[in-house]
C-alpha cells in the first residue's frame, strides 16, 4: 500500500557530503513524522533525525550540526544533507514513516528498503 524508496548514498571521502532522499508512494493521504536510521555493521539499527509534518526536527548527537533533515510535504518526500561526513557515518540508511494515513486507512511501520553510505578514503 505504502512505499518508501531511498535514493543518494555512495561512496564519499571524509570531509565530504551527501544528500538522501526518501520518497514515499501510494495513496496517501498525509503522513506524521518521518525519519532516518542507519545501522552499521555489527551495530544496532539508531536514529539519525527526524521531522514531522510541521517540520519539528530531532538529531543523533553524533551528527547534530553536520546533518539536516528536511522534507516536501507536497511531494511526500523527506531528505537527509549530510554535511562533513566521517568515516564512523558509515552505515545503510533507511527512512521510516511510524504512521501513515492512506485512503484506506492508516498504516503502521514503513521502512525504505535501505541505501549504502560510505565514507573512506
Known amino acids: 500500500q505504502v512505499q518508501l524508496v531511498e535514493s543518494g548514498g555512495g561512496l564519499v571521502q571524509p570531509g565530504g557530503s551527501l544528500r538522501l532522499s526518501c520518497a514515499a508512494s501510494g495513496r496517501i493521504l498525509s503522513i506524521n513524522a518521518m525519519g532516518w536510521y542507519r545501522q552499521a555493521p555489527g551495530k544496532q539499527r539508531e536514529l539519525v533525525a527526524s521531522?514531522?509534518?510541521?517540520?519539528?526536527?530531532n538529531y543523533a548527537d553524533s551528527v547534530k550540526d553536520r546533518f539536516t533533515i528536511t522534507r516536501d510535504n507536497a511531494k511526500n518526500t523527506v531528505y537527509l544533507q549530510m554535511n562533513s561526513l566521517k568515516p564512523e557515518d558509515t552505515a545503510v540508511y533507511s527512512c521510516?514513516?511510524?504512521?501513515?494515513?492512506?485512503?484506506?486507512?492508516?498504516?503502521?511501520?514503513?521502512w525504505g528498503q535501505g541505501t549504502q553510505v560510505t565514507v573512506s578514503s
Open positions: 521510516n514513516a511510524p504512521q501513515v494515513l492512506t485512503s484506506s486507512g492508516y498504516v503502521h511501520t514503513v
Open positions: 521531522i514531522t509534518s510541521s517540520g519539528r526536527t
